[in-house]
């Protein structure tokens, strides 16, 4: 079992940057891909980003690549996503997720564990 919890969501100006970060309980979160996805209002729920458990590999929307980067630290039990040149189109529900396997998906029907989300607003 791994409870999820989201921070770092705020209100930002297009073009500035936000740091968001999930902290994971239990010790199986090191054994857990990883992912992020959002959903806007009206919208359904995007892929955003993954990594797997160790951190060998990332995997990113055509949306965010080159802007956000996802990161993990399984010493802390904590995963983080860097969101740079911000635009109002990233305006969404965050939220972090955790497969019950080693390798990342982008659906989020393969991720079994869920935070509550952050709400990231980017003005223009």
């Known amino acids: 079992q791994v409870q999820l919890a989201e921070s770092g969501g705020g209100l930002v100006q297009a073009g500035g940057s936000l740091r968001l970060s999930c902290v994971a309980s239990g010790r199986a979160f090191s054994t857990y891909a990883m992912g992020w996805f959002r959903q806007a209002p009206g919208k359904e729920r995007e892929f955003v980003a993954s990594?797997?458990?160790?951190?060998?590999?990332?995997d990113y929307a055509d949306s965010v690549k080159g802007r956000f980067t996802i990161s993990r630290d399984n010493a802390k039990n904590t995963m983080c996503l860097q969101m740079n040149s911000l635009k109002p189109e990233d305006t969404a529900i965050y939220y972090c997720?955790?497969?019950?396997?080693?390798?990342?998906?982008?659906?989020?029907?393969?991720?079994?564990?869920w935070g509550q989300g952050t709400q990231v607003t980017v003005s223009s």
């Open positions: 997720a955790a497969r019950g396997t080693y390798c990342s998906s982008r659906s989020s029907n393969d991720y079994y564990y």
């Open positions: 990594i797997t458990w160790n951190g060998g590999r990332t």
